[in-house]
C-alpha cells in the first residue's frame, strides 16, 4: 500500500482529534506529506474517523491529483497542498474547528501572545486569514499568502484553525497548544482585560522553545 504509515497514522490522530476535543462529526482533516514522493496522504471526505480505514485515506500530488484511493479527499484537500508549497519544512498539518480558535475565528481575531506558550508557533502572532467560503482556492491562496509570514498555525476566519509540523506528532501538538491559547484569550477577553507580550518579552520564549524538551522525546524539531 502506497505511503501505508502515513494513512495508519492518519486513522489514528483522526480518531485523537475526536478524543481531544478538537472537533465534532466529520469536520477537519489531517494530512502527511511525502517529500520524496512528493504525495500528500489527506484524509477522506464525509467518513466518521472510527469508521476510517487506512485504505480509504487519500494518496495525491499538490497538483490535486489522485494517485491511489478509492475515496473522494477531503474538500480541503487544496488547502492541505497549499502548506507543502509554501513552508518547505512542513510534513505535515492538521486542521479542526476546535470551538475556542473557532470563536476568535468568528470574532475576527487572530491568535496573539497573551501566553508564552504561543512560541511553539514560531511567531509570536498566529495570523487570522480573510474569510472564503470552504473549500475552494481563494481560501488555499489566502492560507498561503498568510503562511508567509512563518507561523506554524493559521486561524481561519468564521471557520477554524490549521498547524503544520515536522511530523503529525508536531502538528497535533501545536493544534492543542493554539486550542489551549484561544481559551485563555478568549476568556480573558471575556473578562474584559488582556495583557499581550511584546515581541522583545515573546524573544526570551522563542530561544526556551528551542531547546527545551528531552534529547529523545522526537517532538523537538518546530521548525
Ligand atoms: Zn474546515
Not at 488547502?79 to 507543502?84: D, K, Q, T
Not at 508564552?116 to 498566529?126: H, K, L, N, Q, V
Request: charged content about 20%; hydrophobic content about 40%.
Amino acid at each position: 500500500m502506497l505511503m501505508k504509515e502515513a494513512r495508519e497514522q492518519i486513522v489514528e490522530y483522526g480518531k485523537k482529534l475526536i478524543a481531544e476535543g478538537l472537533t465534532t462529526g466529520t469536520a477537519g482533516n489531517i494530512s502527511i506529506y511525502d517529500e520524496n514522493l512528493r504525495y500528500m496522504a489527506v484524509s477522506p471526505s464525509g467518513i466518521p474517523y472510527e469508521k476510517t480505514l487506512p485504505e480509504d485515506v487519500v494518496i495525491m500530488d499538490l497538483d490535486g491529483h489522485v494517485i491511489d484511493g478509492a475515496r473522494k479527499p477531503s474538500s480541503e484537500a487544496g488547502l492541505h497542498s497549499v502548506f507543502y508549497k509554501t513552508s518547505p519544512q512542513a510534513r505535515a498539518m492538521v486542521h479542526a474547528h476546535s470551538m475556542y480558535c473557532t470563536i476568535l475565528a468568528c470574532m475576527g481575531e487572530p491568535l496573539r501572545s497573551v501566553h508564552y506558550a504561543i512560541a511553539e508557533a514560531g511567531t509570536d502572532e498566529i495570523p487570522l486569514v480573510p474569510y472564503h467560503t470552504f473549500g475552494t482556492p481563494e481560501l488555499a491562496a489566502a492560507a498561503g499568502e498568510c503562511l508567509k509570514g512563518g507561523s506554524r498555525g493559521l486561524i481561519l476566519a468564521n471557520h477554524g484553525m490549521c498547524a503544520w509540523g515536522a511530523d503529525l506528532k508536531s502538528a497535533f501538538g501545536l493544534a492543542l497548544t493554539m486550542e489551549w491559547c484561544a481559551q485563555v484569550q478568549w476568556h480573558c477577553m471575556a473578562a474584559g482585560k488582556i495583557n499581550v507580550l511584546s515581541h522583545e518579552q515573546m524573544q526570551g520564549a522563542f530561544k526556551r522553545y528551542m531547546t527545551y524538551g528531552q534529547d529523545d522525546s522526537g517532538s523537538k524539531g518546530y521548525f
